[in-house]
């Protein structure tokens, strides 16, 4: 207790960090902790922020960033910064690349190896392909469906499934990597390619199959070879030529002394990451931080041109936050659920309604959830059970630009810069600017999912609003309106210039015209990049 009240006090903070962070035990407050007396504060002097938002605007503090994606810090916005780039900026940036994150194991690397032989005895497949994000490039994919013509490769994430193996953790599991180099260790071959290729940006695909004694098959950096011995690996070095590498591949697998040769080779031929990325080099470069008094320790630049910098980047990401992709918006959701869950982990407590961890699904929590975000009539119990999760979720959901909320004009005006386009019927487009539906209006909803739009029409007074849907996960989040908004009806079609049975697509002057819809006051449309064959087939109207 004497030595605490010795140690220097900090406020710190994190934000627009992933969904499972943990923001008590983690490698900053692992290094802090060390030398100062470390307090998790909603009043910080100090922010950590990452890549997964913009709330890191809202506080005018010494704000360090970082990151472990395909992105660099804004030193605009940011005192301090942490990524992968090769570069040096004084004291403000440390070259940190994500797979130290995963404690020491980096350092395994640098000693020597196994027996080959010993190492090959314990191999049982092929070839492994590891991972969750189809929004990476299409190179990771391709490479796979291509080596996948020459043997099967056993693909164990959710992007490409086609193999349940129960021993890997999930993604977000505290295990995940140490199972993932367990179930790696059984194979010859890793494909460990990077989502996406800059100078520098070296994550833990290639240091988790070193890790396993596996081949590591890589793309990503051109620069690998500046951390990694480039003989250890099998290099992807050009992404429209995939030729090399199978070839390569095939020789290796087909040849069991090639094999054992190639992964004699030392992973590590440099001291680069032996005199760089130790984690007495990452202690100093905080302790310069927080060892400094508060206003020395400012670095980004507070005159005019800074001020007016943040400002635009602020209003930049209000506006961008108008379209909130749908993993965007799951992700905030799973973030928000996270922060019901039980201390012994194995249960969400939402205010009384106990749904265990294995139950839980995503979608069902929307389901149950769904109406009373977007401000609909409830009941005065329901009300109760509901009101102290709502008054949590709505702020974080306006922030995020979604805006749903019990004022039905902050919903529209979402959905007016979320829209393709919105067309009032004198044949006028707007963009961003006021609309308002009157009582007793016939709105037709063109690609209505998720029925917000729908939903607030009917409290601004429409008389009637027709949906047109075809996805039916869409349809399934609409149906939920039905419970409480009789004069929506939804059109299970697409609306087109010209009808079509086998694409079940219609034409909105047929569906008027078969319909007797005598009148339409107000068209909302978001079909992205369809809305031109939707007006050709309402000529009429």
Known sequence: MEQLKNKKKIKIKFVDFHSHFNINDNMFTGALKKRYDVEISDKPDYIFYSAFGCRHLDYDCIRIFYTGENIRPDFNICDYGIGFDWMEFGDRYLRWPNYRTYGNCIFELLKEKRSSTDILYNKKYFCNFIYSDNMADSLRVDFFKKLSEYKFVDALGSCQRNKIIPELEERKSVDWAKSKIEVMKHYKFTIAMENSSTPGYTTEKIVHAMAAETIPIYWGNPHIDKEFNPESFIWVRDKSDFEPAIEEIIKLDQNDERWKEKMNKPWIINDYISSKLTISNFES??????????????????????????IRVREGYETSQGRVTPKGYRNCIQQMAES???????????????????????????????????????????????????KDWLPILRYLGDRFSTDPKNVIDWNKSRAGL???????????????????????????????FASTASAMGASHIYCFEPNQAGINKISLLLNYEKSITIIPKMLGANEDINKNIISLDNYIDTNSIDRIDFIKIDVEGMENDVLLGAKKQ
């Open 285 to 310: 470069f905080l302790y310069n931080i927080f060892d400094q008094d508060l206003s020395k320790a400012q670095r980004r630049s507070k005159f005019i041109y800074g001020i007016n910098h943040e």
């Open 422 to 452: 919105i067309l009032p019927l004198h044949g006028s487009f707007y963009f961003n600017e006021k609309v308002k539906i009157e009582t007793g209006d016939v709105v037709f909803d063109v690609g209505a999912a998720p029925g917000d």
């Open 340 to 390: 019901y869950i039980s201390e012994d982990n194995k249960y969400y407590d939402f205010n009384g309604i106990i749904v265990p961890k294995q139950s839980f699904r995503l979608d069902s929590f929307l389901d149950i959830f769904y109406p009373h975000i977007l401000g609909l009539k409830y009941s005065l119990e329901e009300e109760k059970k509901y009101y102290s999760i709502l």
